[in-house]
């Protein structure tokens, strides 16, 4: 899988919208963009996913850019309990069960 | 929909000493893993199971760690002996795996102490 790099931590206030930023500048053309979080003391669970289009489900927003060589994980109003950390991961288009490879991920701070 | 079960949540050993891991994986889900995740890390493969086959364990220490998936449903990952370094979140997921982008699923860990 091809590597990606996230900030190592972010701060959002309660109630804000909070924008993740993802670099994968080696991402191949047939490589879907995976976010996953791990909120504490818990296992990682799915965020969302998306190909080239931008995506969007009850959780968040997935903006991909135009040569896909960035993403942006959007959560239109942070909670408290969006504070976890942000995992974004690249899977070929016939990963089917392979296994996911993380990094360290982005740690989401929210502040009351 | 149960989750992926997973036990003991929490454990406590001396190095050298033994423990053991069991997963309960989502039922119909035909692929199984075993993560590892040191504090501050993102978590690291160890084993895969497909069914009751393994698909790739490259990255399982085999000196000291094995895993089983007798009939294709639960597993169990064992550590013996123990080092002080073996101290982690042991995290089991699974996934029906039949489509790219399929959903992995993550069970809550168990959290291995080694003294």
């Known amino acids: 899988d091809a590597k990606t790099t996230q900030p190592n931590s972010m701060e959002s206030n309660e109630e804000e919208p909070v924008h993740l930023p993802c670099n994968h500048s080696t991402i191949s053309g047939t490589d879907y963009i995976h976010w996953y979080r791990q909120l504490p003391s818990q296992g990682p669970e799915y965020v969302i996913h998306g190909l080239t289009s931008n995506v969007n489900n009850r959780m968040a927003s997935l903006a991909i850019a135009e040569d896909r060589k960035s993403s942006t994980l959007i959560l239109h109003r942070a909670t408290l309990r969006d504070a976890a950390v942000y995992y974004c991961?690249?899977?070929?288009?016939?990963?089917?069960?392979?296994?996911?490879?993380f990094g360290k991920g982005t740690r989401l701070s929210v502040i009351a | 929909e149960a989750g992926v079960a997973q036990s003991p949540r929490y454990k406590i050993i001396e190095k050298r000493q033994s423990v053991a891991f069991w997963c309960n994986p989502i039922s119909g889900h035909a692929t199984l893993y075993w993560y590892q995740q040191i504090l501050g890390q993102g978590p690291k493969l160890l084993i895969q199971?497909?069914?009751?086959?393994?698909?790739?364990d490259s990255q399982l220490p085999k000196d000291r760690f094995s895993a089983e998936r007798l009939k294709g449903v639960d597993s169990t990952l064992k550590i013996q002996p123990a080092k002080l370094e073996d101290s982690a979140v042991y995290l089991c997921?699974?996934?029906?795996?039949?489509?790219?982008?399929?959903?992995?699923?993550f069970g809550e860990g168990s959290w291995l102490t080694v003294v």
């Open positions: 991961i690249l899977r070929g288009w016939n990963s089917g069960n392979t296994p996911l490879v």
């Open positions: 199971f497909q069914n009751n086959g393994v698909v790739d």
């Open positions: 997921a699974s996934s029906a795996g039949r489509t790219s982008g399929n959903t992995i699923y």
